[in-house]
């Protein structure tokens, strides 16, 4: 039998595997493109039926109901994005809706548990700019009930627009095409650009937008579900905004018209005119976070949810 020692492949035949590897890069990045702008474009197009018609009324409705307008429009959008996931898992990839992240084994356990860490999230933030002199409470004024409700309604479906939007369909998509952290890297990007709107040019909230996007992502990557990570966003949103009267994501529109706590301090750990979200504190417990319930959350997935989607986590 001849040695092969020393023996090396043709030029040819690396040339040749370069170039498979170089389309299969393509198709799966184009793959990822198409069915994620089809997704949006979806969503958009069910959209525009509920919204160009009272466009002109928009801002009177806002004037006299503005509570309940953010309720439609907030339940409107959730609505129809899961109509919009529901045709694309159904008609173009075949499988079944609750492997968008909606199989109901363990759903109260990752919501009960997704209540939990985002309340810790939100209180370690809090309770570390309060050590720092940087928080003061404000004398009790009283909360309207029927206010709470309706803005807790409007965010349930607000939270789950964001996380079916960038953590169900899309974040599958990337996810069977590459791996889960290419999936959380890209669409924690794609959730901070949804937001970008509010930036006006800061750095910090970028930066803190992305990290709440990873945050959000390990816990639909660790459980297999977005239960998990709906629970987690709404309960922060929650308790910032309509509790506590504090400014969310740059914007003042989920603030129930009461305030809790005041903010006064440098910009760098208070966020400025972003809000909390925005500083250096946030930054911290947020990375926190996200590293906690990577190492500590390994509860099983659910198989269902895993083998239906190719390449599922």
């Known amino acids: 039998m001849p ?3 020393g023996f090396a492949p043709p030029s040819g035949v690396y040339v040749a595997i370069e170039m498979k590897h170089e ?20 969503w958009g197009v069910l959209l525009a039926p ?21 309720l439609y429009f907030d339940a409107v959008s959730a609505v129809l994005v899961l109509a919009a996931a529901w045709i694309m898992v159904r008609f173009i990839d075949r499988r079944p ?4 992240g909606f199989v109901p084994e363990h759903w109260v356990r ?21 050590i720092m002199g940087f928080v003061s409470v404000l004398p009790w004024a009283g909360i309207s009930l029927s206010v709470l409700c309706w803005a807790g309604a409007a965010l349930v479906f607000n939270t789950v627009t964001q996380e079916v939007l960038v953590r169900s369909y899309i974040y599958q998509t990337i996810q069977s095409k590459a791996n889960f952290v290419w999936a959380i890297v890209i669409t924690s990007v794609i959730f901070m650009l949804f937001h970008a709107g509010a930036l006006k040019g800061a750095i910090l909230p970028v930066l803190n937008l992305f990290l709440a996007g990873v945050l959000f992502g390990v816990a639909r990557h660790r459980t297999g579900n977005l239960w998990l990570p709906i629970a987690i966003h709404f309960v922060w949103n929650f308790l910032l905004g309509p509790v506590l009267g504090l400014t969310v994501s740059g914007q003042d529109d989920l603030n129930s018209g009461w305030r809790m706590l005041v903010l006064k301090g440098p910009d760098l750990w208070t966020g400025g005119s972003f809000g909390l979200e925005g500083g250096l504190a946030v930054t911290i417990a947020t990375a926190l976070g996200a590293a906690a319930i990577f190492h500590f ?14 390449g599922g986590d």
């Open 3 to 5: 040695c092969l020692t």
């Open 23 to 42: 389309s299969s890069l393509l198709s799966a990045t184009w793959t990822i493109i198409w069915k994620s702008l089809l997704f949006l474009v979806l």
């Open 50 to 70: 509920f919204v160009i018609p009272i466009q002109a009324r928009i801002p009177q409705f806002h004037k006299d109901y503005p509570l309940q307008l953010q």
């Open 97 to 100: 809706f609750v492997t968008l």
């Open 110 to 130: 990752d919501v009960l548990a997704g209540a939990a860490l985002g309340t810790l999230w939100l209180g370690i933030s809090v309770l570390a700019l309060w």
């Open 297 to 310: 959350v390994r509860w099983d997935k659910t198989e269902t949810a895993s083998a239906a989607v190719p």
